[in-house]
Each structure stands twice: as C-alpha cells, then as structure tokens.
C-alpha cells in the first residue's frame, strides 16, 4: 500500500511539473535572456585594498597673550589741589606784604604744577593676559579601505575580481556563453 502512494505522488509531481524545477543552488535555474545566467562560485580570499585619504578638519588654537594695561585711578585733580595748597602754604611763609601775596600765588601755582605732574606718574601700566583663540586647518592622512581583492572559483576554474564589498563565502557570479568565432 505505501508503495503504491509513493508511486501515485511521484505520478503526480511528474503531471504538476514540480519535478522540473531543478534543485537549489544549481546552475541551471537562473537563466536569464541573451544567454546570460546567474550562478554560485566559492570565495577563496578576500583581501582588503587600502588607501591614503588625506583631509583637513577645523580646531581652535588657544593661547595666552600678554597685553598692557593703563591704570588710571589716580585723580589729577585731587593732586593738583593738594599741590597748590602746599605751595601756596610755602609761598606764605616767604616775604612781608605784598611780597607774601605775590610768594603765596607764586607758591600755589608751583604746587599745582608739581602736584598735577605728580598725581599722573601715579598713573600705573600692568600686564595682565588674555586668551586669545583662532581657527586652524588640522591636515591627517587617514587610511581606509576603498575595495576589495576577491578570489573565487566557479566550475573548477579560480577567477580575480576586484569589488566595493566584501561578498562572505560565496558569491553570486553572472555567467555569459557567446560562440567563439
């Protein structure tokens, strides 16, 4: 009884035609037009080619930089009074009658002068720094992969081909006949 089930289902795939698919990963089933197919070859090795690629990227230098400072806080005013004062006291101690007065004026004039030049030396220069920054082009060489040496057999026959990938153990090969003429 099983034999004859195993008959009747071989009868049956032979009218169906599911015996005619040939089997997975034949060479046979991928025919396309212009007697062009696609079939499987076995990847030997697989060789990455580098190159150099030179570029540049932008970065910040940042440095300290020395800058002079004028302090000004003296007050030329202030120093031009008080030397007035002083003189104009020193002045006063000079003479007798209008001799005192024209001393005491003399003596405040002179003393501003003296206090005015005064108060100005006072004025100071500092050196702070200061960070200062700029933006540079940062030249690298970099080594990357731009392809791939790939080394394959399809029917006995070892083939080299150079690809954008890396295609793993096996790859899928397009197989041309034309008449040699």
Same mark, same amino acid.
């Given at each position: ?6 008959? &009747? &289902? ?6 169906? %035609? ?20 696609? #079939?499987? @070859? ?6 990455? /080619? ?36 002083? %003189? ?5 101690? /000079? ?10 004026? #003399?003596? @405040? ?36 992969? /731009? ?8 029917? %006995? ?19 041309? /006949?034309?008449?040699?003429?």
């Amino acid at each position: 009884m099983f034999k004859r089930f195993l008959i &009747a &289902a071989a009868v049956a795939s032979l009218a169906t %035609g599911a015996m005619a698919q040939p089997p997975q990963g034949s060479y046979e089933g991928d025919r396309g037009a212009d007697n062009v197919r696609l #079939a499987w @070859a076995d990847v030997l090795r697989v060789d990455p /080619v580098y190159d150099n690629i030179q570029s540049s990227r932008p970065r910040q230098e940042c440095y300290e930089e020395e800058v002079g400072v004028r302090d000004t806080r003296g007050n030329n005013a202030a120093g031009t009074i008080f030397g007035a004062i002083v %003189g104009g006291a020193l002045g006063n101690q /000079v003479g007798k009658g209008d001799g005192r007065k024209a001393a005491t004026i #003399a003596g @405040a004039v002179i003393g501003g002068a003296v206090g005015n030049n005064a108060a100005r030396r006072d004025d100071s220069y500092g050196v702070q720094t200061e960070t200062r920054c700029r933006t540079v082009n940062e030249v690298y060489t970099e080594r990357r992969i /731009v392809g791939y040496d790939v080394q394959y057999r399809y029917r %006995g026959d070892v083939f080299l081909s150079q690809l954008d990938y890396d295609p793993g153990e096996r790859m899928r090969v397009r197989v041309s /006949v034309s008449p040699a003429e």
